[in-house]
């Protein structure tokens, strides 16, 4: 399966740290082959789509979220990375998301 990651999650998981950046990825990699991801590396968000999920990493300095979409049986777009202070993931991410999907 194709994965995109659009220009805008580009430059959002360029503020991430390198090891973080490993971590996403081997979940992109495992993606691509097909594999499905669960919890805790992926949890689906109903409230944005049905097809919708977000890759779950974590380190000392902080909690990162990339949002992604599953478009048909073609390909996964990587549409929002971000990090995150608190254990719920604030609106204005969730909306970011939903937006860049709708584009899509």
Do not use: W
């Amino acid at each position: 399966m194709e994965v995109e990651i659009l220009e805008t999650c580009k430059k959002e998981l360029r503020t991430f740290p390198e090891e973080i950046l490993e971590d996403f990825l081997d979940a992109v990699a495992k993606l691509k082959d097909g594999i499905s991801l669960s919890m805790p590396l992926s949890r689906k968000m109903p409230s944005i789509g049905p097809l919708v999920a977000e890759l779950r990493f974590r380190d000392r300095a902080g909690i990162y979220r990339v949002i992604y979409f599953i478009k048909k049986r073609d390909a996964i777009y990587m549409v929002h990375a971000f990090s995150k202070k608190t254990q719920k993931t604030p609106k204005k991410n969730l909306d970011l998301a939903s937006k860049r999907i709708r584009r899509l």
